[in-house]
């Protein structure tokens, strides 16, 4: 299978494999990488799927899309990445909230967040990448986060041979705990640095220095190549694909469903990257009916969805849920491609970058309709939400996941459809313990480890072990820099790789 740019390309040379694309990370005209065609998963399948296991599972979808990559090879990586010691308790496991709502754990990794479904398996992918390419230079990742992609890119490629990786992240727009994980990552090949301004100023810097190409060419000076950890990299997405089929053979195996029956699926997102890979899954066979696009108070992906309008002109706001802190939807250029094409999506992309908005036309509205309604929850509902889920079912969820749950419930008040719902859990509470305990109990301690020793009281819930070991351990990295100057600070650190 070969992947094209989503914003065109016609020669031989923008048609490649799938390695290469993981590769490659960022198409050559600034475009996404997308598959020529989407392969399709029978019924059938999915039904034998559900008397897999997880890796089993993520292999056989992973080999859909990644055929010049070996079977056995995408098994091994999956055994490796979703093992029991890496992800305690299960990859991905269903936790029945009531009737009508299932919360999807997509946490239970070594950085606690569901970063880690793909970020585990990434640097496997990425390796093999090199190997079935023939690349002897080195891959340096670049990494814009709003908090739990760095880490969790961190994690996965720290000490990974022929790899270095550098992660920016806006110093005032993530949580302490999120912070504290990333300024005390360990590795030989491992770089992070702060940024004085929000998520979408450390973005824009990444894709500013990847399109450079005098960047480019002094990176290859030092014998490396920019390569891309965030869901704008294939190798990133396609992981994500699995779950939502194995949350489907999950339903199928607890008798919840039965074969060919619709569910609906609420997501908490802000790239876009997770509902997306959802819809892929969608596209694919999945027996999906709508996808429930939650947001919280930076709400403007509720406002695309409801007005057919992208305008990030808009004031941007610091929330309990930072990882949706965002107001360019990077991954929506990929739904855009599926449902316009690449030319069209070429020029709601140079819009984007010229003028900060683009109207999409009524056929691609009702197109996009047909599939997605958009909610969003402000804090105050936020914390609501919290509390009422530890209130009502003894269930504690972080604020992103909260969103999610007032997503689903804001869709089934509005509409009395009891579709079986499958909501993303995107992050453990503990990462986020000081605004949970505050939801749960009017206050928190301003210590964040306070706050996680009262939240495990409160909840008489255990703290994850990689979030606990965080207190002793040594901070390495506490640079802060202008987005200005991200260029000159990536290719000083490129010539110590």
Request: charged content about 20%; proline content about 4%; glycine content about 8%.
């Amino acid at each position: 299978m070969n992947y094209i740019s989503t914003r065109g390309g016609t020669t031989a040379a923008d048609h490649i494999s799938g390695a290469a694309a993981i590769k490659q990370g960022l198409a050559n005209d600034g475009g996404l990488f997308m598959p020529e065609t989407l392969p399709m998963v029978s019924m059938e399948e999915i039904i034998a799927l559900s008397e897999k296991s997880y890796p089993e599972r993520a292999a056989a979808i992973l080999g859909k899309f990644l055929d010049d990559y070996p079977a056995d090879e995408l098994l091994s990586y999956c055994r490796a990445a979703y093992a029991e010691d890496r992800f305690p308790g299960g990859a991905a496991p269903l936790h029945k909230l009531n009737d009508t709502v299932s919360v999807m754990e997509l946490w239970h990794g070594p950085t606690c967040a569901f970063k880690d479904m793909a970020l585990q398996i990434m640097p496997k992918l990425l390796s093999g990448a090199l190997r079935l390419t023939g690349e002897k230079r080195r891959a340096f990742i670049l990494v814009a986060t709003s908090g739990d992609t760095g880490k969790a890119a961190l994690e996965g490629y720290a000490d990974v041979d022929q790899v270095g990786i550098m992660v920016y992240y806006p110093v005032d727009g993530v949580s302490r705990m999120q912070k504290l994980q990333m300024a005390t990552q360990e590795g030989s090949n491992v770089n992070v640095c702060a940024i004085r301004g929000n998520f979408d100023d450390a973005q824009t810097g990444v894709k500013r220095i990847f399109s450079d190409p005098t960047a480019a060419e002094a990176l290859a000076e030092n014998g490396c190549f920019f390569s891309s950890a965030n869901s704008i990299n294939w190798g990133r997405l396609v992981p994500q694909v699995a779950y939502y089929f194995s949350a489907y053979c999950d339903l199928l195996a607890q008798g919840e469903i039965e074969p060919g029956e619709e569910i609906n699926v609420s997501v908490p997102t802000g790239n876009f990257g997770n509902i997306f890979a959802g819809y892929l899954a969608k596209e694919m066979g999945l027996p999906v009916k709508r996808f429930l696009c939650a947001s919280n108070k930076n709400n403007i992906l509720t406002d695309f969805l409801n007005t057919g309008v992208y305008d990030r002109n808009r004031d941007f706001y610091t929330t309990m849920s930072p990882s949706m802190d965002i107001l360019i939807s990077s991954n929506l250029e990929r739904l855009l491609y599926l449902k316009t094409g690449c030319e069209k999506t070429a020029a709601y992309m140079k819009a984007l970058n010229e003028c900060g908005r683009y109207e999409i036309d009524a056929a691609t509205k009702a197109s996009i309709d047909a599939d997605f309604t958009g909610y969003y929850c402000d804090e105050e509902g936020t914390a609501e939400v919290i509390r009422r889920t530890f209130a009502d079912y003894h269930y504690v969820v972080d604020p992103h996941t909260a969103v999610g749950l007032s997503a689903a419930e804001q869709y089934i008040a509005a509409t009395g459809d009891t579709t079986k719902t499958v909501v993303d859990s995107t992050a453990s509470p503990y990462k986020f313990a000081s605004n949970v305990c505050r939801a749960l109990t009017g206050n928190a301690p301003e210590d964040e480890f306070d706050a996680l020793c009262l939240l495990s009281n409160v909840t008489g819930t255990e703290i994850p072990a990689p979030l606990a070991s965080l207190r002793t351990k040594a901070v390495r990295f506490e640079r802060v820099i202008d987005p200005a100057d991200m260029r000159a600070e990536t290719l000083k650190v490129s010539e110590t790789l």
